[in-house]
């Protein structure tokens, strides 16, 4: 089974300031590892996603992700934050076994301030 | 954009009564999924299908039941709605088994 732990509820910043979400995980398998976000009465949105390969994921809205598997994190992270921005971002993690199921982290709530 | 809608997208009704939900994808993808979210939990899979009338539960399927008769259709069957079912639902498809996506939610009401 896997877990996702994001340790932050809500991160403020200032627009143009760099930003870091975190995003733990525990699984006793290979993951799949990815980033969500979520605007305002809307749906999900994929950012981006880790398969295999590099570590360093580059994602849509300049974002990016950098797995570390001794670490077992995926921290979400842009060099400079606009105000539209602002939404929840959600973790994930699915298991390179037989399972079909996103086990999704509770969710950080990015607020940009001008 | 996936090709998923849902329907309906809002809905209040009464403990007690039963309510469908229904997922239509265009995009012949052959996994569908239901997922609840709620504040403070993100969200939790309730039920998922692999294939046409092929499904199976997920973590939080209790109070709830699924059908899949065609390949774009999923239809999620509250069967006697609580209070405690109140939640924002998201259909989800995909094709190979690890990325998947999201449709616009229906939000649920229960009184």
């Known amino acids: 089974a896997q877990s996702v732990t994001q340790l932050d509820s809500q991160v403020p910043v200032f627009e143009e300031a760099p930003v870091e979400l975190r995003c733990n995980y525990s699984?006793?398998?290979?993951?799949?590892l990815f980033w969500y976000v979520q605007y305002p009465n809307q749906g999900l949105q994929l950012l981006l996603k880790?398969?295999?390969?590099?570590?360093l994921v580059k994602g849509i809205n300049g974002f990016e992700a950098e797995f570390n598997k001794s670490q077992t994190s995926f921290h979400l992270r842009k060099p400079s934050v606009h105000i539209s921005d602002t939404a929840e971002y959600f973790c994930?993690?699915?298991?390179?076994?037989?399972?079909?199921?996103?086990?999704f982290g509770s969710g950080t709530r990015l607020l940009v301030r001008p | 954009d996936a090709g998923i809608t849902q329907s309906p997208r809002h809905k209040v009704t009464e403990t007690g009564t039963p309510v469908t939900l229904r997922c239509h994808q265009t995009?012949?993808?052959?996994?569908m999924y239901w997922y609840r979210q709620d504040p403070g939990h993100g969200l939790r899979l309730i039920h998922y299908?692999?294939?046409?009338?092929?499904?199976d539960k997920g973590e939080v399927s209790d109070g709830y039941s699924v059908s899949r008769s065609k390949t774009e259709d999923f239809l999620l069957t509250l069967e006697s709605a609580t209070s405690s079912q109140t939640s924002v639902y998201f259909c989800?498809?995909?094709?190979?088994?690890?990325?998947?996506?999201f449709g616009p939610g229906t939000r649920l009401l229960v009184l």
């Open positions: 989800a498809i995909s094709e190979l088994k690890e990325t998947q996506y």
């Open positions: 699984s006793s398998v290979s993951v799949y």
């Open positions: 880790y398969l295999s390969g590099s570590t």
């Open positions: 994930a993690v699915s298991g390179m076994d037989s399972s079909y199921k996103l086990i």
């Open positions: 995009e012949n993808h052959r996994y």
């Open positions: 299908s692999y294939g046409v009338k092929d499904t």
